[in-house]
């Protein structure tokens, strides 16, 4: 199947510091990708939905300047937490949506904020 | 998008078949029903998907009624890399479009030796 890679695979900064995590489908073009966040011992909560060219359409409650999302190519979607804070630290996991409309995650960014 | 709801977490030794329900009561004519397994740190990964009767593969299958208010993940003789999350999600298909797919709480699966 389609792959979707994520970079980095962990990442831990300090607290104010903005982090950018990468979003790549490896061997498809995806015009619509999504990023989630999930908590420890919790589901997967949908942040947003990037669409290549366009602006990112955010789910509610999640702040879209503290969140930033491009998604410039059909190949590359990136989150960038701005000014991040410990609560902000939790696993950010992207997927993918491939020409037949299958949706494939990536690997998932493990962030820690101090 | 239909709820779902899944029992919280089950407990299973190696070897044994185990099988999750999922009850989705307002499925849509046009909804599937797919399965995905987590691993602690990492995506979820697809299992299977069907819309009636059984679906198998190299994994596992998927039973469903005829009802399709609810669906039955069956693993047959699950060892301990098997421990997982296994969430079940009610949708179209192809989730065409913008539509993303939307994760309930899951099933934590403990396989023990």
């Known amino acids: 199947g389609a792959v979707v890679s994520q970079h980095p695979s962990w990442v831990i900064c300090k607290s104010g510091t903005s982090v950018k995590i990468e979003c790549r489908s490896l061997?498809?073009?995806?015009?619509?990708m999504f990023w989630y966040r999930q908590f420890p011992k919790q589901s997967l909560m949908l942040m947003a939905t990037s669409n290549e060219g366009s602006k990112a359409t955010y789910e509610q409650g999640v702040e879209k300047d503290k969140f930033l999302i491009n998604h410039a190519s059909l190949t590359l979607s990136t989150l960038t937490v701005t000014s991040a804070h410990p609560e902000d630290s939790s696993f950010y996991i992207c997927?993918?949506?491939?020409?037949?409309?299958?949706?494939?995650f990536g690997p998932g960014t493990r962030l820690t904020v101090l | 998008l239909a709820k779902t709801t899944q029992p919280i977490s089950m407990d299973s030794y190696e070897g044994q078949e185990v099988n999750i329900t999922c009850s989705h009561n307002n499925i849509a004519t046009n909804d599937y029903i797919t399965w995905y397994q987590q691993f602690p740190s990492q995506g979820p990964r697809f299992i299977i998907q069907?819309?009636?009767t059984k679906v198998t593969n190299e994994v596992a299958s998927l039973f469903i009624p005829a009802d399709r208010k609810s669906s039955t993940l069956s693993l047959p003789r699950v060892s301990l890399s098997d421990t997982a999350v296994y969430y079940c999600?009610?949708?179209?298909?192809?989730?065409?479009?913008?539509?993303?797919?939307?994760f309930g709480k899951g099933t934590r699966l403990s396989v023990i030796a």
């Open positions: 069907g819309y009636k």
């Open positions: 997927s993918a949506r491939d020409g037949l409309d299958e949706q494939f």
């Open positions: 999600l009610v949708g179209d298909r192809r989730n065409s479009g913008n539509t993303p797919l939307v």
């Open positions: 061997d498809f073009q995806a015009t619509t």
